[in-house]
């Protein structure tokens, strides 16, 4: 039996996969509402085709509890924040995890961790608590790091589909857990060290901020020579090794925009591209800002209730808003003492987070003369009829109306 710690984005999608391809599986969260939400039979957020594989699972006889089980292997999945100041992982919740995780498991117990950590983050702060506790590494425990790389949006594909990478200190319990993912990973599973796993892992997210980093930064050298930004990618990645990614309103979720902060933090003297890069996807939101502030002078806007930002969550066709530019933008001009711009998302619709979100997407259009394009939904792409008229900023590129202007 496998023992799920944390019912998350990416803990709860992998114990639903797993069980609905014949493991027996026990989710743990400390979450209490969480877990009744799950035995109520509900998910607990919008994903697609989630909502079937939580069907399967529950009737491959899954089950959701605030209690650890006692089991031979455990999959670590809870979040991994970091020090905004130091930029470091916060390994707390993976320690705790795994401190209750040992509370309760026999010897010769596996515990994989999922979570994203930086470089070196078993060796400095799991293995000194699990031999605190007592136990042997190698031989009352057995460690892993099996980083996920699923994308939010394309989650249940993406589990069945990507290649993996396996952190182990020995092969063979590597292999077993490799075993495990195979019941339903079709990728390429790739056994390594455990160092070797944490480090892939960052660098992949690193690799894609640092490319969206030249996209934003292309379309500020663009917009100061009044360059169209989106022919000029288009043209370059005609070129067959070019292939450059798009601009857009800042980087948002909680993993292009937090994991490459950890190798600033623990390398800052070697991370300089990366640091760079970093700071100009943090610093997008206020390129809208001002691009936003330009439009509205040119149109003798004086009003900022007359704006509204089109899209709260951090990208497309998801519901979650964890470090989305629109809310770093709202935050910035709250800290300028600025009243924030109306907000509508077809996703979000917790009004306890933002003051000027308007819950109807007609009532918002109604009470603004510019709209701001953050989220490319889908929703947006049924309804440009509604914003004719209209004075537009699209930040994704994907408005078909005329006269529609650009970041
Ligand atoms: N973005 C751009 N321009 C682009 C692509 C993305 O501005 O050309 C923005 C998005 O709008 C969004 C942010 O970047 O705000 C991140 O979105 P994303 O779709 O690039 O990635 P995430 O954060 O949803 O998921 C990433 C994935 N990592 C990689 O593609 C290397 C996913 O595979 C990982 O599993 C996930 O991080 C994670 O959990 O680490």
Redesign the pocket.
């Known amino acids: 039996m496998v023992n799920v710690i944390g019912l998350g ?2 803990g709860l999608p992998t114990a639903l996969m797993m069980a609905s391809h014949g493991i027996e599986v026990i989710g743990t969260d400390f979450n209490k509402e969480l877990v009744a939400t799950l035995n109520a039979g509900k998910t607990t957020f919008k994903e697609d085709g989630l909502v079937g594989l939580f069907n399967e699972a529950v009737k491959s006889g899954i089950r959701f509890t605030t209690e650890y089980q006692k089991t031979d292997t455990y999959i670590v999945s809870v979040p991994s924040p970091y020090d905004k100041f130091s930029k470091k992982v916060d390994p707390c919740y993976v320690v705790a995890a795994v401190k209750d995780v040992l509370r309760v498991c026999p010897k010769g117990a596996t515990i994989v961790v999922e979570s ?1 950590i930086s470089p070196g983050t078993i060796d400095k702060f799991v293995r000194p608590e699990v031999e605190a506790c007592g136990f042997r590494i190698g031989e009352d425990i057995h460690l892993v790091h099996a ?7 394309n989650m249940v594909y ?1 589990l069945l589909h ?1 290649n993996r990478t396996i952190g182990a200190d020995n092969r063979e319990i590597g292999e077993q857990i490799m075993k495990l993912y195979k019941s339903f990973c079709q990728g390429e599973i790739v056994v390594t060290d455990i160092r070797t796993a944490e480090m892939t ?1 960052v660098v ?2 690193t ?3 640092v ?2 980093a030249f ?2 930064e292309l379309s500020r050298i663009c917009r100061h020579d009044n360059l169209d930004v989106y022919e000029i990618i288009k043209i370059c990645n005609m070129h067959p090794r070019v292939n450059i ?13 937090v ?1 490459p902060w950890f190798l600033v933090g623990d390398y800052p003297q070697l991370a300089k591209v990366i640091d760079e890069s970093m700071k100009t ?1 943090d610093a ?1 939101p206020i390129f809208v800002l001002e691009r936003i502030h330009e439009i509205m002078e040119k149109h003798g806007i004086t009003d900022n209730r007359r704006v509204g930002l089109y899209g709260i969550t ?3 066709n ?1 519901d ?1 808003v964890r ?3 629109t809310l770093q933008m709202i935050d910035i001009q709250k800290r300028h003492l600025a009243r924030p711009l109306k907000s509508y998302d077809p996703f979000f619709n917790d009004k306890s987070v933002l003051d000027n979100q308007v819950l109807d997407f007609d009532e918002f259009l109604d009470g603004i003369d510019m709209v701001v394009i953050m ?1 490319k939904h889908d929703h947006l792409m049924q309804n440009w009829e509604k914003l004719k008229g209209k004075i537009i900023l699209d930040c ?1 590129n994907v408005c078909p109306l005329e006269g529609v202007y650009h970041i």
């Open positions: 984005y990416i994203t980083p996920e790389r699923i994308i939010p949006g993406e990507n892992k992949e997210n690799y894609r901020a490319n969206i996209a934003n990614l798009q601009p857009g309103p800042g980087v948002g979720g909680h993993c292009i925009s994991d996807n997008q951090y990208k497309e998801v979650d470090e989305s530019p989220v994704h």
